[in-house]
């Protein structure tokens, strides 16, 4: 079985922290080039010289681009196309979970910017990646989703929303695309320890939820390396417009 991707072209966007930063270094351990895509030029060199330092890990390219600005978005994938000529896996990860708010008290700046990261993202990058995937010969997609797109939780309309509208996106690019060689899935993590989840949810709260995943424990960014670098790899081939749950469903 082949699940090497050493030499793929791979895009990691929220690449700075939390689950991008451990997806982009993992998918570089593997010896996948990757490029990373941050919004803050800093964050993203650094991670480039931090990853290049590694001994055998992929080439890295840094490029820039707040995910919901369609300019920018469209200008780092020509960038990519321009050093590498492909892309074969987009590991659309970056996304943004704001503090719980009730629907009520929601403020409708907060809404539109949850979806404008989450959702308009999502259409952003595939809308300007997969052209390249196809021209190439086909390619993956990864969308980084999460259950609460599944299933609701008090205070998280918003975040709810935009990823149960990232779970549809990836149904229905499969319908389209995958003719064209286009594989996606969305791949939802259950909590996990990464400065995002801390800055919106408290200790008491983790503590319940670890208590029902599996060795009583939440996620680690890590933790789901394994499955996303199997997905990038032509051994998953047969799976697409499908969602994967890593944690217990009914947690
Ligand atoms: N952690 C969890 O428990 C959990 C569970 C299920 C799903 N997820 C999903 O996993 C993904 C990563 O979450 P995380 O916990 O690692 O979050 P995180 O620590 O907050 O990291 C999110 C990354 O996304 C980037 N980002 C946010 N908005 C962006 C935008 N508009 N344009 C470009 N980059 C943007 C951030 O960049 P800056 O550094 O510039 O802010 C950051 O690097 C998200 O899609 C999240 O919804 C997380």
């Known amino acids: 079985m082949d699940i090497s991707i050493s030499g793929k072209v791979v895009l990691v966007t929220g690449a700075g922290r939390g689950i991008g930063r451990s997806l982009a270094v993992g ?11 941050t919004r ?35 200008e780092a994938v020509r960038r990519i196309d321009r050093q590498w000529g492909r892309i074969d896996a987009l590991v659309h990860n970056a996304g943004w979970m704001p503090p719980a708010s009730p ?6 700046t907060r809404l539109r910017g949850v979806l404008d990261t989450n959702l308009v993202g999502s259409f952003l990058l595939t809308k300007h990646v997969a052209p390249v995937m196809i021209r190439g ?8 989703s999460s259950m609460i797109g599944v299933q609701a939780n008090q205070g998280l309309a918003a975040y709810g929303a935009s990823k149960a509208g990232l779970n549809i996106l990836n149904n229905v690019v499969h319908r389209e695309l995958a003719n064209q060689g286009i594989r996606t899935v969305a791949l939802a993590p259950g909590l996990t320890d990464t400065p995002g989840m801390r800055a919106s949810v408290g200790e008491e709260y983790i503590t319940t939820v670890a208590a029902s995943y599996p060795g009583g424990r939440i996620g680690r ?7 996303t670098v199997f997905l990038c790899s032509d051994a998953a081939q047969h799976i697409s417009g499908t969602l994967i749950p890593v944690r217990p469903v009914t947690g």
């Open 27 to 37: 998918l570089a351990a593997e010896g996948a080039r990757t490029a990373i895509m």
């Open 40 to 74: 803050n030029a800093d964050q993203g060199d650094r991670l480039a010289e931090e990853i290049g330092r590694s001994p055998g890990a992929g080439p890295v390219l840094p490029v820039v681009a707040d995910v919901g600005d369609e300019g920018a978005v469209a």
């Open 103 to 108: 629907v009520l008290d929601t403020d409708v």
């Open 137 to 144: 010969g086909g390619g993956r997609i990864v969308y980084i």
């Open 221 to 227: 960014p890590e933790d789901i390396l394994a499955l």
